[in-house]
């Protein structure tokens, strides 16, 4: 059975044994999972982990390369990926590899795998908030089935609302008051998720349009404040700090 490629943060890939470390990357890492440890028990989506394919995991290496080289340190995981590069194991050593067209295209790729991932995770987080900012546990597991029977009663104030019933009739109002205020969340919700959709559309149109890697580090310099190389700094000055913080 092949390895199996996975991208996911770094802080929750921390003590997974079964994750071998194959390339960093800011806040996350590229890790590859052995077949010895490749059974029913592996639950990825409970570490926010994305598969990649082999060629994607090791195009990683060429994602930071602004110079179009990159150094291969013998000793470490991805180096197994790079036959082409011969180095002695007795003696310690960074061998330079200067990038053709295909790996330059793949580095490209990486860089708008990862900010996507990047967007992706901050703004899930951003629909849990949205959720569960102003509501309780017992809120979120029947606002499916109000939000259901307030569309059925809107349509039909003779519909069977039997959860909007009950509901009102503790609180002492009428279903039509409550259909009312729940119409009112949802209106509200849709209008929230929306505009977080929206930002998020927004910022992987920007991923996407990126044609070089410079293009990509400008932006992660100032989006992701994952610093621009010295070389880049120097030839552009117009980015000038990198951001303090994440700015999505």
Do not use: C
């Not at 546990?137 to 039997?162: I, V, Y």
């Amino acid at each position: 059975m092949a390895n199996i490629h996975v991208l996911v943060k770094q802080q929750d890939a921390s003590g997974k044994g079964w994750l071998e470390s194959y390339y960093g990357y800011g806040a996350y890492g590229v890790y590859r999972i052995a077949d010895e440890h490749q059974d029913m028990r592996l639950d990825l989506d409970s570490i926010g982990a994305e598969t990649l394919t082999a060629a994607e995991a090791k195009s990683a290496i060429f994602s930071d390369a602004y110079r179009g080289y990159i150094k291969i340190k013998t000793g470490n995981a991805i180096t197994d990926d790079f036959p082409e590069i011969e180095s002695d194991e007795d003696v310690p050593s960074s061998t330079r590899y200067d990038m053709t067209a295909d790996d330059i295209a793949s580095g490209l790729s990486f860089n708008k795998i990862l900010f996507k991932k990047y967007i992706r995770d901050r703004f899930n987080d951003k629909a849990k908030d949205i959720v569960s900012a102003r509501v309780g546990d017992l809120e979120q597991l029947s606002f499916e089935q109000q939000k259901s029977e307030a569309a059925a009663w809107t349509a039909d104030n003779t519909a069977s609302t039997p959860m909007l019933t009950t509901m009102a009739t503790a609180r002492g109002i009428t279903v039509s008051a409550l259909v009312s205020k729940i119409n009112t969340k949802v209106a509200a919700y849709n209008s929230a998720v929306a505009t977080k959709l929206a930002e998020q559309k927004v910022l992987e149109d920007e991923v996407d349009a990126f044609t070089t890697i410079a293009q990509a580090h400008a932006w992660r310099h100032q989006k992701l404040g994952l610093t621009a190389s010295t070389e880049q700094l120097a030839e552009d000055s117009s980015l000038g700090a990198p951001a303090s913080k994440i700015q999505f």
